[in-house]
């Protein structure tokens, strides 16, 4: 079946615009996360979402990040007013039982 | 302190031999234990969970866990040139944020053919 998938694969934003970031995950799975991978900084997590619960946003670094997850599937990442240290590889992972997490392909944030 | 620690490495191990992943963890409230396999430019992709304590198998790999020690480990038998990658240990979150994954900082495995 479809895994999870992200887009864009890759975006080069200049310091101070806005991104927004889309992973779809996979069909049927309830809880979806994201997390970001930085050279040097390992996987960190950003936020969670199960269901129609309040979703858990104890991993966003500043108030310039927030996310959505719309009708329950659909998710996307907002970064306001982009800094270089927002550099990052942005990873959506859904999952459907206990805790195991499927990670989709990434996308690639550079910000000059 | 990190939550959660593995061997840098790298680690090299020639071909066909058993490549032995460590991993140690802080939070004794931790339950769920997974091992991914991350190649170069490539995201994280699940080859092992393990909820219990004991050996589970799956292939060439076993996962090991030790909830006493607070030690999770992966062992790959018969290693290949293409189990060369980064093997993170991830393990849920502190107690209270059960769902987030914590990982570890990985290991870089170099099978040598």
């Known amino acids: 079946g479809a895994g999870v998938s992200q887009s864009p694969s890759n975006k080069v934003t200049e310091k101070g615009k806005d991104v927004e970031l889309r992973c779809d995950p996979i069909s049927g799975h309830t809880a979806l996360y994201w997390y970001r991978q930085s050279l040097g900084q390992g996987l960190e997590f950003l936020i969670y979402f199960q269901g129609n619960s309040a979703p858990d946003k104890s991993g966003l670094p500043s108030d310039r990040f927030s996310a959505e997850r719309t009708g329950g599937s659909v998710s996307t990442l907002t970064i306001q007013r982009t800094q270089q240290e927002d550099s990052a590889v942005y990873l959506c992972a859904s999952s459907l039982l206990a805790y195991e997490q499927y990670f989709g392909p990434g996308t690639r944030l550079t910000v000059t | ?113």
């Open chain 2, 1 to 113: 302190q990190k939550e959660v620690e593995q061997n840098s490495g790298p680690l090299s191990v020639p071909e066909g031999a058993i490549a032995s992943l460590n991993c140690t963890y802080s939070d004794r409230g931790s339950q769920s234990f997974f091992w991914y396999r991350q190649y170069s430019g490539k995201s994280p992709e699940l080859i092992m969970s393990i909820y219990s304590n004991g050996d589970k198998e799956d292939g060439r790999f076993t996962a090991q866990l030790n909830k006493a020690s607070q030690y999770v480990s992966l062992l790959i038998r018969d290693s290949q040139p293409s189990d060369s990658a980064t093997y993170l240990c991830a393990v849920n979150g502190p107690s209270g944020s059960a769902r987030q994954l914590t990982f570890g900082s990985g290991t870089q495995l170099t099978v040598l053919p």
